[in-house]
C-alpha cells in the first residue's frame, strides 16, 4: 500500500478550492492500493481560503490544513507542507488546475519504475504575453547558462520520494527556490510533459515585480557570476579610460586640445554608472547574507486555525 501526500499552497484560492479538491479526489481514488492526504497550506490568503479550507478538513480526516500567521510566499509553504507530510511519496501542485490532476497515476508509475523525482515539464506554455514569455525564456537561459542546471519548462508541479523530501528540508537555506533545489540534488529523474491549460478560476496573483525579484533571488541563491561581471565591467571601464585618456593626450600634444569638460563628464558617467551597478550587485548578494544569518523560521504557523497536523492521518 503506498501512501500519499499531496501538498497545495494557497493563495487566494476559495472560487476555486472545492472544485480543485472534488477533482483531485476523484483522480485519487480511481488509484488502486493507494492511502492518500491532502495538505492544504493557506499562505496567508487575503479572502476566505482558510475559512473553506478549514470546512474542507473538518468534513474529510484525510485533508490537512497548515494556516500562516502571514503571507511568508510560496517557497514557505512549499517547504511547510513538505515537512509536515508522512508519506513515503509526496506530491507538489498547483490549486489552480494548471497542473492536471489526472498525470497522477503516470507520475506514480515513473516513481515505482524507479525515479525518485517526478516532474511535470510544460510541453506549451498556455495563455502568456510575449512579453511575460520573453522574461520566461531569458531567465532560464541565464540560470542554466550562471549555475549548470537545466530547468527549462520546469514547473513546481513534482513528486518526490521520501528520500527526495529528506533531502530538501534538511538543506539549511532559508531563501529557498524549489524549481531549482530539486534538481540540485542529482536524484534520478523522470519527467511527465503536459500542455499547461487555462486557470480554473480567477487571474495568478504573481504581478511582473513579485516574478522579477524571484527571478533574482533565483539566480543569486545558485550562481556568483554577476560577482564576476563586476570584474569584467571594471575592466571595461579601465579600457575605455585609457582610450579617453590617449585621445585627450595625443589633442594636447598635438596642439588641437580644446576644452576637456565633454572628457571629464563622460568619464564621471562611466565611473560613476559601473561603481553603483557593482554596489547593486554586491548589496544583492549582502542582503542574502544578512537574511540567512538572522536565522528567522520560514513561516509561523496558526496552530488555532489549522486542522488535522497532529498524527499521521493515514
Known sequence: ??????????????????????????????????????????????????????????????????????NFGKEAAILAGLEASRGE????????????????????????????????????????????????YLFYRLFTRFSGLAIQNATDFKLLDRQAVDAYCALPERNRFFRGLIPWLGLPTAQVPFDVPPRSHGSPSWSRLRLGRLAVDALSAFTSAPLQVITLVGGLVFLTSLILGGIALYQKFAGIAVSGFTTVILLLLLLGSALMFSLGVL?????????????RPCYLVDRERSRGIGGDGY
Do not use: C, N
Open 283 to 295: 548589496g544583492t548578494y549582502v542582503a542574502r547574507i544578512y537574511e540567512e544569518v538572522k536565522g
Open 1 to 70: 500500500m503506498t501512501r500519499l501526500d499531496l501538498v497545495l499552497p494557497l493563495y487566494d484560492e476559495a472560487e476555486a478550492l472545492e472544485p480543485v479538491l472534488a477533482r483531485i479526489r476523484a483522480v485519487l481514488a480511481e488509484i488502486p492500493d493507494l492511502e492518500w492526504r491532502i495538505l492544504l497550506v493557506d499562505d496567508g490568503s487575503r479572502d476566505t481560503t482558510a475559512e473553506i479550507a478549514a470546512r474542507l478538513a473538518e468534513a474529510e480526516p484525510r485533508v490537512v490544513l497548515i494556516v500562516f500567521t502571514r
Open 89 to 136: 511519496v509526496v506530491l507538489v501542485m498547483d490549486a489552480d488546475l494548471q497542473h492536471p490532476p489526472e498525470l497522477i497515476p503516470q507520475m506514480l508509475a515513473l516513481w515505482r519504475g524507479g525515479a525518485r523525482v517526478v516532474e511535470g515539464t510544460k510541453r506549451t506554455r498556455g495563455r502568456e504575453s510575449p512579453g511575460a514569455r520573453l522574461g520566461a
